[in-house]
């Protein structure tokens, strides 16, 4: 008996095949020729691609999960940086004030 192993293809090579396919820039049996794959497990990655696509339009995208982080992480940034700002003042209000009381 011959002893193959099983090709693994990433997730770019097979969405590429399957583009082509839905393009109509080639039918699945040229791109099996092409590629020596057999036309069933390219019908098959077809069928997943298509069967999943509404979860592209379902789910949002990170950044737009990421976008209200963002915001509240920028206000917060903000808000430590007025904080900060009150605290030298009243930092050097004191020790303006405990100067004062020394030379008195």
Not at 13 to 32: H, N, Q, R, W, Y
Not at 83 to 94: F, V
């Amino acid at each position: 008996m011959i002893n193959t192993t099983r090709r693994k293809y990433t997730a770019e090579f097979k969405a590429g095949i399957v583009l082509e396919i839905l393009s109509g820039k080639a039918t699945a049996p040229e791109l099996a020729k092409r590629h020596r794959i057999k036309d069933s497990i390219i019908y098959g990655w077809r069928r997943e691609a298509v069967d999943r696509l509404p979860l592209v339009f379902a789910q949002r995208a990170p950044e737009e999960v990421a976008d209200p982080r963002i915001a509240d992480l920028e206000r917060l940034i903000g808000q430590q940086a007025v904080e900060i700002e009150a605290l030298k003042k009243a930092s050097r209000w004191l020790s303006r004030m405990s100067r004062s009381n020394e030379k008195s």
